[in-house]
């Protein structure tokens, strides 16, 4: 099965809305909602759309699993031989227990912790990617502690404009991630003389959501000026990091393939005489965005003064991208319509102005009819909360026409279970 376009990855047939070869309606009435249906053949494409276009050369594809971590989703990937790019303790538990390699873990983050990084040096992953001269010192210290040495690799701040939402900027001089341009070879310096650490790369990340080449190439002749400047002092690098952060298409953006990203990419690392060095990205968004939707249902209409609103039994907590960055995520109805069409703003339950899914809507709806958020996948169920002790939705994997359970709803009881009274 191929994915070139939308709309083939949640398409109608006869009027009803599929995932593969299995119609949503039918995945609700199992499974109920709200819940994040994804495609497992959408989410393979999306990785071989990666590991094809790097075929041939020495590289790496880390999953950013901080877009979508569930055990299933880690281990497809794995199986593919992904590697996996974490931020915390508990996603490194994650990636071993989803069967990945630790040999291609990388460690990103500004505040590591001391308890954090211990676990990491005993799984022995590929690179702790550091991002401060006080993160140097601490995985020092916690590694001379072990009597180990640290693999490490300085996340340089290039400064480069990635022109996406300013929360999801990482690489401008005024966000707090990576280490100033102008610091890395200090830093450098420091990493390479000491005897528990060992440089074995370089990496960065400009941002999320990227719809043009432009600022990665930037980013990478930025990087790779570093590479040369280090070579000249004699500290070798092995691996060539370039982050993730390219975007998909929500509404009428048009990112640039994977593909497209990974050649202009070589050619700057060719062309400048690195090719024989490891290619490493850490995609997440685009690995998983397109593949996943949040199914939904309609509790009831309401006609308000200047809008009309269609609640819906998911919100906020359970998809926050729209309150949070105002995102707009596209909205298409399950089943053939059964009234006549109006505007409509979709919210949850949730008891704030900022519940929204979706605003100024032309739908036929009912209520108890379904809808799907498409192209959810990511940054959709591993944002959300249980905010109004809602239990987060269920999620499954469609392959072919099979339907897999690869997390339970959450239920009430399990978001008390570990909260106690006073004597
Ligand atoms: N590597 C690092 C060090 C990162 O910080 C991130 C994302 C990634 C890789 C993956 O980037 P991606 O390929 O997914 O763009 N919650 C926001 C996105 C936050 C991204 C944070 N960093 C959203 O829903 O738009």
């Not at 959300?384 to 072919?400: C, K, L, M, Q």
């Not at 339907?403 to 008390?416: G, I, N, S």
Request: with cysteine.
């Amino acid at each position: 099965m191929s994915f070139n376009s939308r709309a083939d990855v949640f398409h109608a047939r006869h009027g009803d809305l599929h995932c593969e070869e299995v119609a949503l309606a039918s995945i609700a009435a199992r499974f109920g909602t709200p819940t994040y249906v994804y495609s497992k053949a959408a989410l393979l494409a999306a990785y071989r759309g990666y590991a094809q276009a790097l075929q041939g050369r020495r590289a790496l594809v880390c999953y950013a699993m901080k877009a979508n971590p569930n055990l299933a989703v880690l281990n497809l990937l794995a199986r593919e031989g992904s590697g996996f790019d974490i931020v915390s303790g508990g996603e490194l538990a994650r990636a071993l227990a989803a069967g990945g390699d630790p040999a291609k873990v990388v460690f990103s983050g500004v505040g590591k912790s001391e308890a954090e990084i211990e676990a990491a040096l005993k799984a022995d992953i590929l690179s702790f990617n550091l991002e401060s001269i006080a993160e140097l010192e601490t995985v020092e210290r916690v590694a001379a502690r072990l009597r180990k040495r640290a693999p490490v690799s300085v996340r340089t701040n290039p400064d480069v404009d990635p022109k996406t939402h300013p929360y999801i900027t990482t690489g401008l001089k005024s966000n707090k991630f990576g280490v100033a341009y102008a610091d890395t070879l200090a830093l450098y310096r420091r990493a390479a003389a000491s005897p528990h650490l060992t440089v074995v790369g370089i990496d960065c990340h400009i941002g999320s959501q990227i719809t043009e080449v432009r600022p990665y190439v930037d980013a990478a002749d930025r990087l790779l000026d570093l590479v040369d400047a280090l070579e000249h002092e004699g500290v070798h690098l092995h691996h060539i990091d370039f982050g993730g952060g390219l975007g998909i298409a929500y509404r009428d953006e048009t990112p640039p393939a994977p593909e497209a990203l990974i050649r202009a990419l070589l050619a700057r690392v060719d062309a400048r005489g690195h090719g024989n060095k490891t290619i490493m990205v850490e995609p997440g968004r685009s690995i998983i965005g397109r593949a996943g939707a949040l199914l939904t249902r309609v509790l009831l209409l309401k006609h308000g003064e200047t809008k009309n609103f269609a609640i819906v039994d998911a919100a906020m907590n359970d998809l926050m991208r729209p309150a949070l960055y105002q995102a707009w995520m596209n909205v298409k109805t399950v089943q053939p319509a059964t009234a006549a069409e109006a505007r409509y703003d979709i919210v949850g339950p949730v008891c704030e102005s900022g519940d929204w899914l979706a605003r100024d809507r032309d739908l036929a709806i009912s209520p108890g009819d379904l809808l799907a958020i498409t192209d959810a996948g990511a940054y959709g169920m591993s944002m959300a909360s249980n905010y109004n002790t809602r239990g987060r939705p269920a999620e499954v994997i469609v392959d072919g026409s099979t339907v897999y359970v690869v997390r339970r709803r959450e239920t009430v009881e399990a978001l008390f279970a570990g909260e106690s009274l006073l004597p």
